[in-house]
């Protein structure tokens, strides 16, 4: 299956693609042109494409191999896990290109890794219909995976800006070398969750002091537990898998389409992940993300998680799941995820929450998507977008379709029970359609609902309201009614607050509240 995009959808996903690969600026033009020209947007922007930059790619996919030629059936009833297995081997460690039949089906038993860099899928619109015998090792149909040492502790925490940390002990940084990849960390032990999360590479090592390439990005506090780090021993770069679905017919165990670990630079395109429970994509320490037309599709619980993962970028990919299941939400971004743009999707069918970014999630754009439900009113969520201890987040030209019961279209605040309690802040919220839900916004005190959203029936704000007109007021026209605008007095002049209305008369006027 390959879902079609609008013209305008492919015309933001090209853009990307394209600056992606350095050629264009697509995503600070767009965000000038919502008015919009705060530095930490500037931030996440220069994050989410960072990663997915091309990066010593010369060997990408170099050798093409056939997987039919090694014994692959492609018949949807034989075993085929041997055989891609052994197309994968063929190559040793260079560069492979897997190529599959069109439209065949290669049944696997056991998960297929990815375990080398430089490996490209092309799945000529085949399915990899996943049957595991042995649940409890192979519950990931393909699995992205890097390897990582143990865990090695940092003394005191590391702020934004540093070039620089250090280790507890000069043996935990005895085997590092100029140019290794580490994971930094920071863990909740009372939740057990990871609160803050990136990746760097090593410059040098002068006894227990680890220099970086790159200025941290990210500050790790040692508030909720020591800060800690591991060097990536193998670290699996530049993976492309693209025109391939991955299906499961298992109703009862938790399964996962495609999991990504301790890699970089990896792009899913036009891939379908097709689970009855589980997740249909799911990464977790990983840098370098990026979705582009993909769907997650599943009639039972199944749903898509992104964890500590940075650099992620999501692009006109469809995210649907039907589930009795009360936690499940259709995506999440979590766990110190950072500098990820979500653009341009669709979101619906999730069984509690459509979205949910939590615990530590940061400098992020949300921008142009569609949520909506199913019509089967039984199956609707009850929450459309919710953020949980996120920071630097814009939530912009969204539409929000509600379902049925108490639900709230938009809420951010707080993520509560940890050892210290991440607090929400600098999440902006503006220009977003939001309608059918029982409230429409929620709104933590430390962020900011800006004017130009639509939204009904309610509002529920936690510390008060701030509206920030921009300078030219728009006409009082029928699009405009119900808005309020702040015209902001000189010194010794009062304030002005209007409101666009429509009389008797049919005619549209502000008229002065204050």
Request: proline share 2%; charged share 20%.
């Amino acid at each position: 299956m390959k879902k079609r995009l609008t013209t305008k959808g492919r015309r933001l996903v090209t853009s990307l693609v394209l600056f992606s690969l350095g050629l264009v600026l697509p995503l600070s033009r767009i965000v000038g042109q919502s008015g919009n020209n705060d530095s930490n947007v500037v931030a996440a922007i220069v994050g989410v494409t960072a990663g997915l930059r091309p990066q010593g790619r010369a060997n990408v996919g170099a050798t093409r191999i056939q997987v039919d030629d090694f014994g692959a059936k492609g018949d949807g009833n034989t075993d085929d896990s041997a055989a891609l297995e052994a197309a994968r081997d063929a190559s040793g460690k260079s560069g492979v290109t897997l190529v599959f039949r069109p439209s065949a089906v290669y049944r696997t038993t056991r998960r297929f890794d990815i375990n080398k860099s430089n490996v490209i899928v092309e799945g000529n619109n085949a399915e990899i219909l996943f049957q595991p015998v042995d649940v409890a090792r192979h519950e990931r149909a393909l699995y992205i995976q890097g390897s990582v040492s143990d865990l090695r502790n940092v003394k005191g925490p590391i702020s934004i800006g540093a070039i620089s940390f250090t280790a507890s002990s000069a043996v935990d940084t005895a085997d590092l070398m100029t140019g290794d990849w580490l994971t930094i960390q920071e863990r909740d032990p009372r939740m057990k969750d990871l609160v803050a999360f990136d990746m760097v590479q090593v410059r040098a090592v002068n006894g227990q002091v680890v220099s970086v390439f790159n200025p941290f990005r990210v500050a790790f506090t040692a508030i909720h537990e020591t800060v800690k780090f591991r060097r990536v021993t193998n670290l699996v770069e530049n993976t492309v898998i693209r025109d391939l679905r991955i299906r499961s017919t298992d109703e009862k165990n938790h399964l996962v389409g495609i999991a990504i670990n301790w890699s970089r630079n990896t792009i899913l395109e036009n891939v379908v992940s097709q689970p009855r429970r589980g997740n249909a994509f799911f990464s977790y320490q990983a840098q370098g993300v990026k979705l582009v037309n993909c769907a997650q599709l599943s009639s039972q619980s199944a749903a898509s998680e992104f964890a500590a993962t940075v650099d992620l970028s999501i692009l006109g990919t469809t995210f649907s799941t039907v589930g009795a299941s009360s936690d499940t939400s259709a995506l999440a971004i979590d766990t110190g995820s950072g500098f990820f743009g979500v653009i341009g999707n669709q979101i619906s069918n999730g069984a509690n929450v459509l979205m949910q970014i939590t615990t530590g999630a940061h400098d992020g754009l949300i921008i142009g998507n569609t949520f909506g439900f199913s019509q089967d009113e039984a199956r609707q969520a009850g929450h459309g977008l919710v953020l949980r201890g996120t920071e630097r987040v814009i939530v912009s030209n969204n539409i929000l379709i509600g379902g049925v019961g108490s639900g709230t279209g938009i809420s951010t605040g707080d993520s509560l029970g940890f050892t210290a309690n991440i607090v929400s802040r600098d999440n902006q919220i503006k220009n977003n359609i939001v309608s059918g839900y029982a409230v429409s916004y929620d709104i933590s005190p430390n962020d900011v609902l800006q004017a130009g959203n639509s939204f009904f029936p309610g509002l529920v704000v936690e510390g008060g309201l701030k509206l920030k007109s921009p300078k030219a007021k728009p006409e009082c026209t029928a699009v405009t009614r119900g808005t309020f605008w702040l015209v902001e007095g000189a010194s010794g002049t009062r304030d002005l607050l209007e409101l666009c209305t429509k009389g008797a008369d049919d005619i549209y006027a502000w008229r002065q509240l204050y």
